[in-house]
Structure formats: structure tokens, C-alpha cells
């Protein structure tokens, strides 16, 4: 089975032996760092390596000097990071590090990100390794997680039920066990129940965003691999079973199918934060690059069979329709939006119906996913048109506008802009990703195939397109303040059935169905322009699909309106 507890285990190796292995290969820094702009980043490394060369689980293949010279620099760079925390119990970042080190790393100034997930994880290290440890770095660990325990670091109230609030409250059960401070761990213990009951009745607002997501269940694996209390033990399998369950139903090879809340490079256009994902899921090929390590191969936590089989062995087309509410502590629902996902073993279509201003403009409205695959390896897996907005920068596929109205059905996506005419402000055109493969590219249209998939677009307005190392880039500029695409893809294997055997014949298919999808209408009554698109399926299903600049939308599938009804916060 793919997440047997040996197979669990074993992919647990290979990722330790990448990350030491990376680490050697990593260049020291004139101060003694490998990373400036992130100190976390060095302590991650640093236990990695450490473990890798310690650890007679990992069945280190290096050589006793190879061993040694790695464990010699793994301990020196965890010094290094223990050496610039705050320790002045006056200061009011005591507790903290700083995050980036800039120039001089002696006089970089605390920040409160560093401490939230790498305290955690300082205590998963040390609590596995301090009989490992020299004298000197053990006694180092210890004051500092002691100057944790003695700040304010956690001492934060449960307000907007978030993913720097899941790190505080798993720092409070961490902390209130070692120290046997009891009232402290009541108090984690209480939180981390209320953050779950919280996610079952208004649903997990940081849908999607995989960094914050994974630090949520790095942080409470923390609680679970440290903490033995029993009431404890028992909120942290509930929490971790329901955060991997989550996880799970937007799971596709490797990649988080659906809308992000927020989007890092590393997830757009291609899914790269994927450690936790292979030592838990393993179907998809071993990574070989590392763009978020933290804590990846430090936790024996095994999710459950039956939460991988039904993600890994998925032999139908699944819809999963969520409504979420947007609420902080109080419960007050400050909006509602509702998320669609279409999964096929082949690829998945899906995101989200309403725009949100998350934090830096992150959002990431919808695309076609494609499985993480060796046909992907050299090629980004994700293919979507978005308008670009604000903080958005040339060949950085994110940060959309908030213009612009979507519709999905299943294995189809359809999105209409109507932007302001003349507006200066406005970016001119909207912009395409699309994996590589073999590729049709028309006037206003195109027709591909990637990895085991057919894909093709409908657009408004004509396009330019640019051939890039990993994927298709396009532009398509708005015409009287109006674009819009339809995207449809279909796994090769269905295709077949329909009797399609080649890109040629996929793309007469599509054009016998559809020819002209957009038409635009000016209202005699009021002058208000309306943009409409018709698109016939390949399984025939009928969507219509219209927006006016009053802001009315309508949505059509084979001539009924669609509904919000069947959605369900889970």
C-alpha cells in the first residue's frame, strides 16, 4: 500500500537524504549562513542534516567522514540560528529571531514570523535528539526554548482563526507540556478544540494556500509526535485527520487542484511544494528541488489509509462544491464564498466564484490541473487566463485583478472581464499559461495535448502567445473594455470513447460544436452593454453565460439557472 508505514518510512529517507545531500551542496556565506533573506531556512537545512547524519533510522549512505564533516556543519549552523535570538527578557521581542539577516546578521533586528513554526520544530529536534546533541548545543536548545516559554511569543488570544494563531496554539501545548505548566497546556488544549470546531461550522478560510496550510499540520504534528497527555493526543488526531482530509480531496499527484486563497511562486503555474504530499501520498516522482523544507521529514505522523486510497485510487469524475464563511473568533460570517473542483484521475478543473482582496493580492481564482507526472517534469502543470492587477510583474503568473466573473461546470471554466474603457490604470490585456505539449494555436482559439489530457481555450479577442522554456505565455487585449475564455479539457482516455484518437480529431470535434461562443449586446433602454457566451460541451451539455457592466450574471446549464444549493461548508 502507498502509505504502508514502511513505504511511509522509506520515501521519509529519501527526502532527509535530498535535503542533507542539497545542503553540502549549499554555498557558506562569508558569515557563516547558507541563507540571508530567510534564517529559518538555515535551520531547517541544518536539523535535516544533522538528522540524516545521525539518525541510524535514515540508514545514512555516507561514509563515517562524510558523517562527521556533516555533522560538524549541521551543528554549527543550528548555533549559528540559536545564537541570534533575542534573549533580554526586557525586550519586547524577546523569544523572537530576526528574519532576514541583511548584511550583518549580528545586528538583524527580531521579527514575529521566525518563531511560530521554527519554535515548534526546535522543539521536535531537540525533544528526538538532545541525547545526540554535544553538551554545549543541547544546553543552547534548552535557553532557548526556555526564553520562548518565559515571552509573550504565544500569548496571544484566538482572533482570526489563522495560521499564525495554529502555530501559537501548538506552541502553547508544546510549551505548557515540557514546562509542566498545566494551566498553559488547558489553554492550548482548548484552542486547538476550538480552531477545529470552528473550521467544521464556517469551513477553512485559507483555502488553498499550501504554505500556510502545511504549517497548520506541521505545527500540530509537532503537538502530536511531543506531547503524550491523553486529551491532547486526542485533539491532535482529530485536528490532523481533518486537516489531511482537507488536503485530500483537493489532492491530484503531487498538486493542489482548485482555487488558492493565496499563491505563492512556488505554487503557480506550477505545483513545487510537494514534500509533505510525496512522503504521505508517494504517486507522483521524487522531487528534485527544494523550495519549502521546514520540518518534511522529522514527523512519523502516518495519515490514514483510507484518506489516501480514496485520493490515490480515484476511478471517477468527483464535483466537490463547499461553501466557506468568513469568520473570525466571534463567529460574526463577515462574507460567504463557494469553491468548485472537478477531479478526474487525468487532470482537475475548479476555483472559486467570488473575488477576495486577500493579503498581497494572492488570490488564484481557478486553472486546469494537470498530475505531476514525468511528463511534466520539465514543464509547469497548470493552465488558466487571469487579468493582472495589482502588485502583478511581467512573467509572474499571479496577482489578479478584481475584475471579471466566472462560471465552471465540471470539466469546463468559462470567466468574462468587463473592464473600465480608457481606464489608464487598467492592464490592457489579459494573460494565458499553458503547459507544454502538442499545441494547435488559431486565431481566437487553441487546441492541445498535455500529458494525458486534450485542452482547449475559446477567446473573446485575438492573442499573441510566447514560447517559453516551461510553458505557453499569452496576452489577449480587450476590445471596448471586454475579453473573456472558455477552457474545456477531457483525459485522452474518455476522448476515446467518443471516438477521438488524435489532436486532429479532438479539435474537428470541438469546432463541429462550437464556432462564434462570445457575442457582445448594447441594451436600447439603457445603453448597458452585456457580454454572453454559448458553449456547447463535448459532452454536449449547453452553458450560457452573460455579464453586464450593472453587474448582473447569469448562468445557464442546458437552460436551467445555476445554483449555490448543493453547496456544503466541510
Not at 522531487?287 to 521529514?297: F, M, Q, T, Y
Not at 457566451?533 to 450560457?544: F, K, M, Q, R
Amino acid at each position: 500500500m502507498l502509505n504502508s508505514t514502511i513505504t511511509v518510512n522509506s520515501r521519509r529517507k529519501e527526502i532527509v537524504e535530498l535535503a542533507a545531500n542539497k545542503a553540502l551542496e549549499l554555498t557558506l556565506l562569508p558569515s557563516g549562513f547558507w541563507f540571508h533573506q530567510d534564517i529559518r531556512d538555515n535551520f531547517y537545512y541544518a536539523i535535516h542534516l544533522f538528522a540524516y547524519c545521525t539518525d541510524k533510522e535514515f540508514e545514512c549512505s555516507w561514509n563515517v567522514e562524510q558523517c562527521k564533516k556533516g555533522k560538524e556543519i549541521a551543528l554549527d549552523m543550528i548555533m549559528r540560528v540559536l545564537l541570534l535570538q533575542e534573549k533580554n527578557p526586557q525586550d519586547s521581542m524577546y523569544g523572537h529571531w530576526p528574519l532576514n539577516l541583511g548584511s550583518n546578521p549580528a545586528a538583524a533586528k527580531p521579527h514575529p514570523l521566525p518563531v511560530e513554526l521554527m519554535g515548534c520544530l526546535l522543539i521536535l529536534f531537540h525533544n528526538k535528539y538532545q541525547t545526540e546533541l554535544p553538551r554545549e548545543v543541547n544546553h543552547y536548545c534548552s535557553q532557548a526554548i526556555l526564553n520562548i516559554y518565559k515571552s509573550n511569543v504565544y500569548r496571544q488570544p484566538l482572533k482570526h482563526m489563522n495560521h499564525h494563531e495554529s502555530k501559537h496554539t501548538s506552541l502553547k501545548l508544546l510549551l505548557g507540556h515540557l514546562f509542566n505548566d498545566l494551566k498553559l497546556l488547558e489553554e492550548g488544549l482548548q484552542s486547538a478544540n476550538y480552531m477545529l470546531q470552528h473550521i467544521k461550522q464556517f469551513g477553512f478560510k485559507e483555502y488553498g494556500a499550501l504554505p500556510w496550510y502545511f504549517h497548520w499540520i506541521q505545527s500540530f504534528t509537532c503537538v502530536w509526535e511531543v506531547v503524550e497527555h491523553s486529551e491532547v493526543r486526542t485533539a491532535m488526531n482529530d485536528l490532523l485527520e481533518h486537516l489531511w482530509k482537507l488536503r485530500a480531496d483537493y489532492y491530484l499527484k503531487g498538486t493542489w487542484a482548485g482555487p488558492h486563497s493565496r499563491q505563492w511562486p512556488h505554487d503557480a503555474p506550477k505545483d513545487k511544494n510537494t514534500l509533505l504530499d510525496y512522503i504521505q501520498f508517494g504517486d507522483f516522482p521524487l522531487p528534485n528541488e527544494i523550495v519549502r523544507l521546514e520540518g518534511s521529514a522529522l514527523f512519523t505522523y502516518k495519515v490514514a489509509d483510507e484518506i489516501v486510497q480514496d485520493s490515490v485510487n480515484r476511478t471517477k469524475p468527483e464535483e466537490i462544491m463547499r461553501k466557506i464563511q468568513f469568520a473570525n473568533v466571534d463567529g460574526n460570517v463577515e462574507k460567504e464564498v463557494h469553491t468548485y473542483v472537478y477531479i478526474e484521475p487525468d487532470f482537475a478543473v475548479g476555483g472559486i466564484y467570488e473575488r477576495v482582496n486577500e493579503f498581497d493580492n494572492e488570490q488564484h481564482r481557478w486553472d486546469i490541473t494537470l498530475p505531476l507526472t514525468e511528463g511534466t517534469a520539465n514543464s509547469v502543470n497548470q493552465a488558466f487566463f487571469f487579468h493582472p492587477g495589482e502588485k502583478y510583474i511581467l512573467g509572474d503568473e499571479r496577482h489578479e485583478s478584481s475584475f471579471g466573473e466566472v462560471m465552471f461546470y465540471k470539466n469546463m471554466v468559462m470567466q468574462l472581464w468587463p473592464v473600465p474603457e480608457g481606464d489608464q490604470e487598467v492592464f490592457p490585456s489579459i494573460a494565458g499559461c499553458l503547459p507544454k505539449g502538442e499545441w494547435i494555436f488559431e486565431d481566437v482559439s487553441g487546441y492541445g495535448r498535455a500529458g494525458d489530457s486534450y485542452i482547449t481555450f475559446q477567446l473573446m479577442n485575438k492573442y499573441n502567445i510566447e514560447e517559453r522554456k516551461d510553458r505557453h505565455s499569452i496576452t489577449s487585449q480587450f476590445t471596448s473594455g471586454w475579453n473573456g475564455v472558455i477552457m474545456e479539457a477531457v483525459s485522452c482516455k474518455n476522448a476515446l470513447s467518443l471516438g477521438i484518437v488524435s489532436l486532429d480529431a479532438f479539435i474537428l470535434a470541438m469546432k463541429e460544436k462550437n464556432q462564434a461562443c462570445f457575442s457582445h449586446a448594447c441594451s436600447l433602454t439603457d445603453s448597458t452593454d452585456k457580454l454572453t457566451a454559448v458553449y456547447t460541451t463535448l459532452c454536449n451539455d449547453v452553458i450560457e453565460f452573460s455579464v453586464d457592466r450593472l453587474g448582473n450574471i447569469e448562468r445557464l446549464i442546458n437552460g436551467g439557472k445555476h445554483s449555490f444549493s448543493g453547496y456544503k461548508i466541510k
